[in-house]
């Protein structure tokens, strides 16, 4: 029901910012949280930031809470990450994705769809 596809990633180097963007099809979007997972290589997928589908709420990991905000456009079926002050260790592969129930609680079995994901590199 609903298709993911996410552009935006790039080259930035360290302290730069970057904004990546989320197109989301489906008519009923608006109903859905939006969250932003990443990968980075030899590592398993993490958790980076989630918005709420009702009152807008916002989850981020430690990692990144006070560098990174994600919002969200319903009238475009957009969602955002805006990235400031990058680090090397944020390179990685960011995943948009999109569960219907469980908000902002963060599980293993958070998103029921997901893209196909935008390479993000930050150099030294």
């Known amino acids: 029901q609903v298709q993911l596809v996410e552009s935006g990633g790039g080259l930035v180097q360290a302290g730069g910012s970057l904004r990546l963007s989320c197109a989301a099809s489906?008519?009923?979007?608006?109903?859905?949280?939006m969250g932003w997972f990443r990968q980075a290589p030899g590592k398993e997928r993490e958790f980076v930031a989630i918005?709420?589908?009702?009152?807008?709420?916002?989850v981020y990991a430690d990692s990144v809470k006070g560098r990174f905000t994600i919002s969200r456009d319903n009238a475009k079926n957009t969602v955002y990450l805006q990235m400031n002050s990058l680090k090397v260790e944020d390179t990685a592969v960011y995943y948009c994705?999109?569960?219907?129930?469980?908000?902002?609680?963060?599980?293993?079995?958070?998103?029921?769809?997901w893209g196909q994901g935008t390479q993000v590199t930050v150099s030294s």
């Open positions: 994705a999109a569960d219907s129930l469980k908000g902002t609680v963060v599980t293993g079995r958070w998103g029921d769809y």
């Open positions: 918005i709420n589908w009702h009152d807008y709420s916002t």
């Open positions: 489906g008519r009923t979007f608006s109903t859905y949280a």
